[in-house]
């Protein structure tokens, strides 16, 4: 009876690979994600119920209210597939005194923004896609 209960169960995760190779899901998860240079986010200051949106280039540090947000990588796939953007991120509150204070690590995802948000009083922030290039000039091209 197990191993008839094993056989049952294998032959219906082999018909869910099936069904989903068919409709091309499989295909698009193995894919090799494309590592981009710049992260483009919107952010809500919830007092003025202002929305900014703002890139910025990996590695790279900005200010958003009192929060200090830093991409360390964000990717995307090729236009020939699903669309599944991710970042993964830094976002430090700082104080009044000028200390910074780790509130937030972790993956955003541009298609489930509430999954990983930033959770904090008056600020949101959430990935919008990521970006090959920006107008902002990089890091290293302000000194």
């Given at each position: 009876m197990?191993?008839?209960?094993f056989i049952l169960r294998r032959?219906?995760?082999?018909?869910?690979?099936?069904?989903l190779a068919s409709a091309g899901h499989i295909g698009s998860a193995m894919a090799q994600p494309i590592a981009n240079p710049v992260a483009a986010f919107a952010g809500l200051d919830k007092i003025t119920g202002r929305i900014t949106r703002f890139d910025v280039y990996i590695d790279e540090t900005v200010l958003f209210g009192a929060l200090e947000i830093t991409p360390r990588a964000c990717y995307s796939h090729p236009v020939t597939e699903a669309q599944r953007v991710s970042a993964f991120l830094e976002v430090d509150q700082r104080s009044l005194t000028g200390t910074s204070k780790r509130i937030f690590t972790g993956w955003?995802?541009?298609?489930s923004p509430a999954l990983n948000?930033?959770?904090?009083?008056?600020?949101?922030?959430?990935?919008?896609?990521c970006k090959t290039s920006t107008d902002i000039p990089p890091p290293d091209a302000r000194d």
């Open positions: 197990r191993h008839l209960t032959a219906a995760a082999l018909l869910a690979l099936t069904a955003m995802f541009a298609d948000a930033v959770d904090h009083a008056v600020y949101d922030v959430w990935l919008v896609e």
